[in-house]
């Protein structure tokens, strides 16, 4: 037995991990709103969380407002996001949701 408690004889279980990517669409990119809004959805999920900004290969935690706003993305940039854990699958697909929504800032919305 290790000091953290695990079997090291025992291969430990995978997390759940869902890897998908989307375009931002909004012409501000991801400002104050839209990054409260990624981190208040992801925040709602037990899953960990890193978005990455492909165009400029920097990740960061996806459940920090202040880490996302440092990404400094704009229109056109693409976004992956890397959900691992037991509701990776929803965490992601409500992040994509989000990103493909324009945020809600697109005319007509």
């Given at each position: 037995m290790s000091l953290d408690g695990r079997d090291p004889g025992k291969q430990q279980e995978a997390e759940p991990q869902v890897v998908r990517r989307a375009k931002v669409i909004n012409r501000a990119g991801l400002h104050a709103r839209p990054c409260h809004a990624l981190?208040?959805?992801?925040?709602?999920?037990?899953?960990?969380?890193?978005?990455?900004?492909?165009?400029r290969g920097?990740?960061?935690?996806?459940?920090?407002?202040?880490?996302?706003?440092?990404?400094e993305v704009s229109e056109g940039c693409e976004l992956e996001f890397d959900g691992r854990?037991?509701?990776?699958?929803?965490?992601?697909?409500?992040?994509?949701?989000?990103v493909v929504s324009g945020f809600?800032?697109?005319p007509g919305s």
């Open positions: 981190v208040t959805t992801a925040m709602r999920f037990d899953s960990s969380l890193e978005i990455r900004a492909v165009d920097r990740s960061v935690n996806g459940k920090s407002i202040l880490a996302l706003m440092t990404l854990g037991p509701d990776a699958e929803a965490l992601v697909e409500a992040l994509v949701k989000l809600g800032e697109l």
